[in-house]
């Protein structure tokens, strides 16, 4: 892609790799005229700004010069530090050798040249600067002179040793990239001398055999010390040969697409597989010399092209200097010419005046300038990877956290034509230890069922109190007689109650089961046998309660008399309403008076309708605490305890619940509870919530108020909500027998967000065990799809429940196979046995099960044996018959 373009007829040499920005230098071409026949000469230095996506190039500097140029190199030699200035050195075509400061020449300075030296008797036309030792350089001219100049003592050269013989024009000479005493020369006959400076003679000679090799190109390789390259500009053979001076009897290898001669090459020394070459067909082509195949051809349309050049600093450029007079500066990494089409149409728009050409000064209408339609075309790039783009090292990390590394130390170059294995190394890292282990631990207690040794363990490791009390609460529901062991752990036992109570009565308390003391339960045993007739008990048995009358007619008999009062007085009102059975009116004279124990007693004898409105009545009247809670004690009214007692009295509400609350209403009254507390919004009472919720087995009030009021982001985090529900899981599985399912969009997504930790982490059985299976989520089918694929060759034969579609799109050009062989040193690891697919579909957490009708809690007697459990459905999660084996963990840092 063409980026650059100037149009001057000139030599071309490019700034060094250390020198920011990049310039190229132009030195005005010898024995080349241009269509106005102007005889000038200069060095030119202009800057590449390819912020611009003009083609215009930005001139630095100029120095006018006597003579036109054969040759000029921009040398090292003499920058700053920050990489700039070195040396320009120009042959000219009188035998001239000259050295300038191209900082001198940008900045117009009068000082520009350095050096100047007329030791050569003709045009120098070939220069080259040693790449070790850059106060070196060579050059060449008429007569086989070859000279090696030292920049800190240019007036006096040396020879590499006797001219050679016939004398001959010097085309090209050029020092070996590997070895720094080592320097080749070639002429036009075709010949090649090698050079050893350290001697001071020729060591070996090239020769064609066929006299058909005009050189005029000799290059190095960039890598291999023994090979270089020799191009013929013979139109009868327009060939590159590369020769290896191990095997000098014959060319290694001949590279052949040109169809006339090869006027000019250049050889990458950031990619040895990238060697340039122009010819007079006007051609540009980019070769690999290893396979001997063109991999680039240069989209120009100049004139024959007489000097390539790789720019140092950027390898993905180059220069070219044709016999039309264009400097033109290309790209081999392809793109577009969008930019510089519509850059073109812009300036040809520009280019037409909308005012009057005859001078009258009126502005005409505007001009329909026809638009040039402006395609966008596209040039391809390289066919391979150059060597620059290729990562030294690297690292990706892959699904369940393997991570991938290579790395591409600089071998050997190998002659063979097949590229060198490389190894790629897979190892599983983790970043969560303690969020692994704690769930392996939870697996471990799911699929063993020691639920109880798992919560006392959680209970020992708690940090806080908080988390102590619901593992507490959660161990209870793992017991039997757990309503009792519910009041324990909110403070209430029974044993201690009754201490406290015989105290303030002022009996000795001894602990027999019942509360109350021994000798007085003894000597009333032995008044009731003595006492009670045998008709009296059996009365007692056959009805199993004792009537009012039965009641009254059992007190203790006086037999001195007494007054029946008729006054009008409260008490002779009294006396005559029950006299004819007035009881009502009776009862409500008592009230009047406060006589509440007669107005009681006598609503007894006065029938059930009675006794409750007297009741009502009574507890109406009375505002303090403890009618309060008398009052729903004797109406059974347990809402009213849980929707209006005072939070502080939490504990005490649900214990009251926990002793009388009917087991078909006692979750709800706890969710109602665990409600009022959640509102308050403070993370005492949202902890506090937690355990009603868990007393009610609501999973998903659980869930809900443990993620609003606790950070679920961090992976530990996560692990405690996920622990817990998994436990209040397992409690009501127990108490119902059967799994139980839960349809909670936040525990979906907090078990989703839980599985994607696992699988990162390489745990990718567990995460399938984890995430739900009837969700139609874009995010959960597509983490299901990568478990499912991801588990080995004999998961992925069948495809995954919801999983998408695999379709295998045609290419028109497939790639070819990889013919390098990836090696690993960690072999991958056999499947667990419970992620095989011949193993049985395991239900995940989300799996819906009918729950069978069971009767909940039991009554609030101690004979109950499970904890009290929602009548609604609530889900559970399953896990695998088999632990899950976690991969060996390898951490790369």
Not at 373 to 379: E, G, K, M, P
Not at 571 to 585: K, R, Y
Not at 586 to 591: G, K, M, N
């Amino acid at each position: 892609m063409r980026l650059k373009e100037i149009q001057r007829t000139a030599h071309q040499a490019w700034s060094p790799a250390g020198h920011h920005p990049i310039y190229l230098a132009l030195g005005t071409s010898a024995q080349q005229l241009d269509a106005s026949f102007n005889t000038t000469a200069a060095i030119e230095i202009f800057e590449m700004d390819f912020a611009d996506p003009s083609l215009e190039m930005q001139l630095k500097g100029s120095l006018p010069t006597t003579n036109r140029l054969h040759s000029i190199v921009w040398v090292n030699f003499g920058a700053g530090e920050d990489g700039t200035g070195g040396r320009l050195v120009a042959g000219s075509e009188n035998g001239t050798l000259t050295v300038y400061n191209p900082e001198a020449i940008i900045s117009s300075g009068a000082e520009a040249v350095v050096g100047q030296s007329d030791k050569h008797t003709g045009p120098v036309r070939a220069l080259d600067f040693n790449p070790f030792q850059n106060n070196l350089l060579a050059s060449g001219a008429n007569d086989s002179e070859i000279y090696i100049w030292d920049l800190n003592n240019f007036s006096s050269p040396m020879t590499p040793g006797a001219k050679t013989q016939p004398l001959e024009d010097i085309s090209v000479v050029s020092w070996n990239r590997q070895v720094q005493h080592i320097m080749a020369s070639a002429t036009p006959s075709g010949k090649a001398v090698v050079w050893d400076l350290r001697k001071n003679e020729p060591i070996i000679k090239i020769s064609d055999h066929s006299n058909r090799m005009h050189c005029s190109g000799l290059l190095w390789h960039p890598d291999v010390a023994t090979q270089l390259v020799l191009a013929s500009e013979d139109d009868r053979l327009p060939v590159i040969q590369m020769w290896d001076l191990r095997f000098a009897t014959s060319p290694l290898k001949v590279l052949e697409n040109h169809k006339r001669g090869i006027l000019s090459i250049s050889w990458s020394q950031a990619d040895s597989e990238l060697l340039l070459s122009s010819a007079k067909d006007n051609r540009i082509l980019c070769w690999n010399p290893n396979t001997g195949e063109v991999i680039y051809e240069l989209p120009t349309t100049n004139q024959w092209c007489f000097d390539v050049q790789w720019c140092p600093r950027n390898p993905a450029l180059l220069s070219t200097a044709s016999f039309d007079g264009r400097i033109t500066v290309y790209s081999v990494m392809g793109g577009s010419l969008k930019a510089q089409q519509q850059s073109t149409a812009d300036m040809i728009s520009s280019s037409f005046d909308t005012m009057d050409p005859f001078g009258t000064g009126q502005v005409l209408p505007p001009l329909q300038v026809p638009q040039p339609s402006v395609q966008d075309t596209i040039i391809p790039p390289l066919k391979k990877p150059p060597k620059w783009v290729r990562r030294l090292v690297g690292a990706s990390f892959g699904f369940g956290g393997k991570l991938i590394t290579f790395e591409n130390p600089k071998l050997p170059p190998v002659q063979s034509p097949q590229p060198v294995p490389r190894q790629v190394f897979v190892s599983q890292v983790t970043t969560e230890t303690e969020f692994l282990q704690r769930s392996r631990e939870l697996q471990v207690a799911l699929q063993s069922g020691s639920f109880n040794n798992y919560c006392q363990a959680k209970i020992q490791n708690s940090k806080s109190d908080a988390e102590q009390d619901i593992w507490k609460f959660l161990l209870v529901n793992f017991e039997d007689e757990a309503r009792i062991k519910f009041l324990k752990l909110l403070g209430f036992s029974k044993d201690e109650l009754e201490r406290k109570i015989s105290k303030c009565l002022g009996k000795n308390f001894q602990s027999n089961g019942h509360g109350v003391d021994a000798k007085d339960l003894a000597e009333k045993m032995q008044r009731l046998t003595t006492e009670r007739s045998d008709e009296a008990a059996a009365d007692i048995r056959t009805s199993g309660s004792i009537s009012p009358a039965d009641f009254f007619s059992h007190t203790p008999k006086d037999n001195s008399t007494f007054q029946i009062p008729v006054s009008c007085d409260t008490d002779g009102l009294i006396s005559q309403a029950l006299l004819v059975g007035n009881f009502e009116g009776a009862v409500d004279l008592c009230l009047k008076d406060g006589r509440y124990a007669e107005a009681i007693l006598l609503s007894i004898s006065g029938g059930e309708d009675l006794l409750k409105k007297t009741q009502q009545k009574y507890l109406s009247k009375q505002k303090n605490s403890i009618s309060m809670l008398i009052a729903s004690v004797v109406t059974q009214n347990w809402r009213d305890i849980v929707e209006n007692c005072e939070l502080e009295n939490w504990k005490e509400a649900l214990a009251a619940l926990l002793t009388y609350a009917h087991p078909e209403d006692f979750a709800c009254f706890c969710d109602t509870l665990g409600n009022r507390l959640e509102r308050e919004g403070t993370e005492k009472r949202c902890l506090q919530a937690c355990l009603c919720y868990i007393c009610s087995g609501n999973i998903e009030k659980l869930v809900e108020c443990w993620a609003l009021h606790r950070d679920c982001s961090s992976p530990l985090g996560l692990e405690d909500l996920v622990e817990k529900v998994m436990m209040l899981r397992k409690s009501i599985e127990r108490l119902r027998n059967s799994e139980v399912a839960v349809q909670s969009p936040i525990l979906a997504e907090k078990l989703t967000c839980y599985a994607g930790i696992l699988a990162a982490e390489g745990s990718l059985a567990t995460a399938m065990t984890y995430l739900p299976d009837n969700s139609d989520q874009p995010g959960i089918r597509m983490l299901r799809d990568r478990l499912h694929h991801a588990q080995g060759e004999p998961a992925a034969q069948q495809q995954a429940p919801n999983s998408f579609n695999r379709v295998r799109v045609p290419t028109a050009n497939p790639m070819p196979a990889a013919k390098a062989p990836i090696m690993s040193p960690y072999q991958p690891t056999a499947p667990p046995q419970g992620n095989s697919q011949q193993q049985p579909a395991m239900p995940s957490i989300f799996t819906p099960q009918v729950p069978p009708p069971h009767p909940g809690p039991g009554l609030p007697s101690s004979t109950h044996a499970h904890p009290p459990s929602s009548t609604r459905p609530v889900v559970r999660p399953s896990y695998p018959q088999h632990p899950a084996t976690a991969p060996d963990v390898k951490k790369k840092t």
